[in-house]
């Protein structure tokens, strides 16, 4: 099984509202990752947590807060967004990180709409 | 630089064979991976090839790999009209980190 869920398949949110995306692996993988992908361009890292603690942030704006409870639930949540926010978000995660063979696996993404 | 290219578009008939080419950057890179995404999906994992190899074949599919020239090839043979999608190779960055490095991606269209 090399399945990442993630919800909600869809948001639609307002510049003042909060909300949260949820990413769930149980691979018993120790990395997991969000991507932020605009139309027709790859995706772009975000964030990495290994271990469960935060290891990457590719200078992301404070309008974006990840957080990991445990080893299976990776969570972004949001406040006070922008219309340029508005992409698909991928969840991945991978089995160990840094390991020379950790492959990572995407989830379905939240296509995010910020109105 | 860690720029990794890809030509935007390719266009094949249904049971010709697919090639899509990459030309990466990063000498180190460990491990190198291509990743379908159909539209309004996430990213399927399709294969990866260790970079001391050459070469992988892992049924349709063919992974062609010249460290020399920093460039992997996707060989699908038999195309289908299922395999319509934008086609992404990635390399592994160097050191201990998990980045990948994503190229621009090929959208790749089987015509009937």
């Known amino acids: 099984d090399t399945e990442v869920t993630q919800t909600p398949k869809h948001l639609v949110m307002g510049m003042t509202n909060k909300k949260s995306l949820k990413c769930e692996q149980h691979?018993?993988?120790?990395?997991m990752y969000w991507y932020k992908q605009k139309a027709k361009k790859p995706p772009e890292l975000m964030f990495v947590?290994?271990?469960?603690?935060?290891?990457i942030n590719e200078s992301v704006p404070s309008r974006f807060s990840p957080e990991c409870p445990n080893s299976s639930l990776l969570n972004l949540h949001l406040h006070a967004l922008q219309p340029e926010d508005s992409a698909l978000y991928l969840c991945?995660?991978?089995?160990?990180?840094?390991?020379?063979?950790?492959?990572?696996?995407f989830g379905p993404g939240t296509r995010l709409t910020v109105l | 630089g860690e720029d990794v290219e890809q030509s935007l578009f390719l266009s094949v008939r249904e049971g010709d064979s697919s090639v899509i080419n990459c030309t990466y950057t990063?000498?180190?890179?460990?491990?190198l991976y291509w990743y379908k995404q159909e539209p309004g999906a996430g990213l399927q994992l399709l294969t990866y090839?260790?970079?001391?190899?050459d070469m992988k074949q892992d049924q349709r599919l063919t992974v062609l790999l010249n460290k020399k020239d920093k460039h992997l090839s996707l060989r699908i043979a038999d195309t289908q009209t299922g395999d319509s999608a934008i086609y992404f190779c990635?390399?592994?960055?160097?050191?201990?980190?998990?980045?990948?490095?994503f190229g621009t991606g090929t959208l790749l269209a089987v015509q009937p």
């Open positions: 991945a995660s991978s089995p160990v990180p840094g390991g020379d063979t950790d492959t990572q696996y």
């Open positions: 691979m018993g993988h120790r990395a």
């Open positions: 947590y290994s271990y469960e603690k935060l290891s």
């Open positions: 990063d000498s180190s890179s460990t491990y």
């Open positions: 090839i260790f970079s001391n190899m």
């Open positions: 990635a390399e592994k960055a160097g050191g201990a980190t998990n980045k990948l490095i």
